[in-house]
C-alpha cells in the first residue's frame, strides 16, 4: 500500500504488466460499521483490481478526488466501482455488475438501494415515509434558476422487484455504482472546466453569482452524462444492496438511533 496523501490511499493487487479490471473507490467519513467492513473484505473482485479510498472530504470533492486520482494510472482500470460506506451490496456485486453491463454495452450501471429519510432529533425512521429507490427520471428543468426535477421511480419500480431487470434511468445514486472509465474520459473532452461531480444544492457561481445546479453530487455527474454524451445511466435490480445508515448531526447512527462505530 502506498500513501497518495495523508487519508488518501491507493492499494493494488496486479501484476504492472496486465490490465486493470476495476477500480474500487470507497467513500467514508472515519467512521464504519463491523457490518460494512466484513462486507469489503469478503467482496468478490477480479484478479486484477485496484482499491482507492479517500476520507473527511464532502462527497463531489471526494468523488472528484478519486476519479483524478485513477485517471492518472497508467495502467487505467478498463470500469470505477463506487462503494459508499452505507451501502451493502451483495458479495457478488462487482463481478455480476460488470458481468451484465459488457453483456448489454451498458457504461453506467447501478445496483439497488433504497433512501431512507432518519428523523433529525434521534435518528429513527420517519413514521409512513415511502422508500425511495436509488433511481430517478427527470421531470423538468429551468436551467437559469439551476433547477432540475427529478422523480425517484417509487410505482414504476415494483412490477420488476422480483425479476432480474435492467431499467433505463435518468439519474442514479452513486452508492453502488459501476462506470466505464472511458466516461470520465468523455466527459472532459465535452468540457474540460467542469467537474464530474458538484454539490451544488443552496450554491452559486464564484464568477457569475448564478445558481450552481440545485442538484446533488451523484445526480450532478448523471445530467453530464445524459446532456453532453447522450448516455442514461441503468439500474440493475439483480444487485440489491442494503442501505445500514445515513449521516444525522454529523455524526453516522443505525436505525435505532445509536451511533455506528
Not at 464504519?32 to 466484513?38: D, G, H
Not at 438501494?113 to 415511502?130: I, M, Q, V
Amino acid at each position: 500500500m502506498s500513501h497518495r496523501r495523508k487519508k488518501n490511499m491507493k492499494e493494488e493487487n496486479v501484476d504492472q504488466k496486465e490490465p486493470i479490471v476495476v477500480a474500487l473507490c470507497v467513500i467514508h467519513q472515519n467512521t464504519v460499521s463491523f457490518r460494512w467492513a466484513e462486507r469489503l473484505r469478503r467482496l468478490e473482485l477480479p484478479f486484477r483490481y485496484l482499491i482507492c479510498n479517500t476520507s473527511s472530504l464532502l462527497y463531489d470533492t471526494a468523488r472528484e478526488f478519486l476519479v483524478r486520482m485513477v485517471l492518472k494510472e497508467t495502467n487505467l482500470p478498463e470500469w470505477v466501482f463506487f462503494l459508499d460506506s452505507d451501502i451493502l451490496p451483495p458479495f457478488n456485486a462487482i463481478p455480476r455488475l460488470i458481468e451484465i453491463a459488457k453483456a448489454r454495452n451498458i457504461p453506467v450501471l447501478s445496483g439497488l438501494y433504497w433512501f431512507k429519510r432518519l428523523g433529525a432529533s434521534n435518528g429513527t425512521l420517519e413514521e409512513d415515509y415511502t422508500p425511495r429507490p436509488s433511481a430517478s427520471i427527470k421531470i423538468s428543468e429551468d436551467l437559469d434558476k439551476g433547477s432540475i426535477i427529478y422523480n425517484f421511480i417509487v410505482d414504476d419500480i415494483k412490477p420488476y422487484l422480483n425479476k432480474n431487470m435492467v431499467l433505463k434511468v435518468d439519474a442514479v445514486g452513486t452508492g453502488c455504482l459501476l462506470i466505464k472509465t472511458d466516461i470520465f474520459k468523455k466527459l472532459d473532452a465535452s468540457n474540460p472546466n467542469k467537474p464530474f461531480f458538484q454539490y451544488g444544492v443552496g450554491r452559486r457561481d464564484e464568477n457569475t453569482g448564478k445558481p450552481l445546479l440545485q442538484v446533488t453530487e451523484d445526480f450532478y455527474f448523471c445530467y453530464r452524462l445524459v446532456t453532453e454524451l447522450g448516455i442514461h445511466p441503468y439500474l440493475s435490480t439483480e444487485i440489491k444492496c442494503e442501505h445500514l445508515f445515513e449521516p444525522v448531526g454529523g455524526s453516522r447512527r443505525g436505525e435505532d438511533g445509536k451511533l455506528v462505530l
